[in-house]
């Protein structure tokens, strides 16, 4: 199962893949004080389904396997953080 995700600064959606999209959702960013909180709350929506990988689209760049979101800069999304919920 793969992981999809548009994170800009307002929304984010996510969905779950495995040749074709499903478990579809959008999350308003300001109910988050993090992106691990969000995606917390997305895999408990979805039963705890887990994800061997992720492919992200995030409003910001992508340093050293990091990124810190443009207009959300206290949202810091990091490969190893992702690994810890998958």
């Not at 495995?18 to 959008?26: V, W």
């Not at 389904?49 to 979101?69: D, K, N, W």
Request: net charge negative; glycine share 6%; aromatic share 6%.
């Amino acid at each position: 199962m793969i992981l999809v995700a548009d994170i800009g600064g307002t929304k984010t959606l996510l969905a779950l893949a495995d040749g074709t999209l499903r478990a579809q959702r959008r999350h308003e960013n300001d109910t988050y004080p993090t992106f691990i909180a969000l995606l917390d709350d997305y895999l408990e929506q979805v039963r705890g389904e887990r994800f061997e990988s992720a492919c992200l689209a995030v409003a910001g760049p992508v340093e050293a396997r990091t990124s810190r979101l443009t207009n959300r800069v206290q949202w810091v999304l990091s490969e190893e953080a992702l690994y810890a919920q998958a």
